[in-house]
Structures are given as C-alpha cells and as structure tokens.
C-alpha cells in the first residue's frame, strides 16, 4: 500500500514559518502580528488566496 501524502493547507504552511520567526526573534514581530491579522479574517478559509500572497511575501 502506497502511503498518501497530504499537503497542509496555506494557513498552517504560513504558520510553521511564523513560527520559526518567533523562535529566533521572539515575539510580537510584525510578522506575527500580520498573521494574527490574517487569521481573525481568513481563519475560516485555510487555502484562501490571501494565504498564498502571505506565504510569497515570508520567502522573501
């Protein structure tokens, strides 16, 4: 049997990455603060669009 690879959605893939900001920053950043922006608005849509751009703009 093969096993099945799941993708997170956008929403905790965005998170693992605040993540690791507040690990070596600590916390209250701004990216941190955006996030929480983000998920008070889009929590409820963990693949929205709004994510991806979110995700593009930590790689950079």
Do not use: H
């Given at each position: ?28 950043t ?31």
């Amino acid at each position: 049997m093969q096993a099945v690879r799941t993708t997170l959605p956008l929403k905790e893939q965005c998170w693992n990455q605040v993540r690791a900001v507040i690990e070596t920053e600590g916390p209250g950043t701004s990216v941190q603060i955006e996030y929480e922006q983000l998920a008070a608005s889009y929590g409820d849509a963990p693949n929205d669009p709004v994510w991806e751009e979110f995700a593009q703009a930590l790689a950079q």
